[in-house]
């Protein structure tokens, strides 16, 4: 299992972002496949969910009507939109199987390096 994060960086406040996240190793489209992020000194925590076909998705409440998660399978690729950013969403993002696939299989129990993005003026 591979999972390989692009997009982050430095962006002012209100401003955009769209991260990638390229997987191979696993059948990509038979897995729901989850954003999480982990601010500085905080856990990681779950940002947004797409279901395996991409026909349905969530978002933890501080990111819904800002962040649009999607996918193409075709490419083994899960995306996050990000808009309107934060500083509070200062964070290293990383993309994994949604969480109760990640606890039950041990395939997906390692991490990516993950993707900085900051939110600063």
């Known amino acids: 299992v591979q999972l390989v994060e692009s997009g982050g960086g430095l962006v002012q406040p209100g401003g955009s972002l769209r991260l990638s996240c390229a997987a191979s190793?696993?059948?990509?489209?038979?897995?729901?496949i989850s954003w999480y992020r982990q601010a500085p000194g905080k856990e990681r925590e779950l940002v947004a969910t797409?279901?395996?076909?991409?026909?349905?998705?969530d978002y933890v409440v501080s990111v819904k009507g800002r962040f649009t998660i999607s996918r193409y399978n075709a490419k083994n690729t899960v995306y996050l939109q990000m808009n309107s950013l934060k500083p509070e969403d200062t964070a290293v993002y990383y993309c994994?199987?949604?969480?109760?696939?990640?606890?039950?299989?041990?395939?997906?129990?390692?991490w990516g390096q993950g993707n900085q993005v900051i939110v600063s003026a």
């Open positions: 797409i279901t395996s076909t991409g026909g349905s998705t």
């Open positions: 190793g696993f059948p990509f489209n038979r897995y729901d």
């Open positions: 994994n199987v949604d969480p109760i696939t990640r606890r039950t299989n041990i395939r997906f129990r390692s």
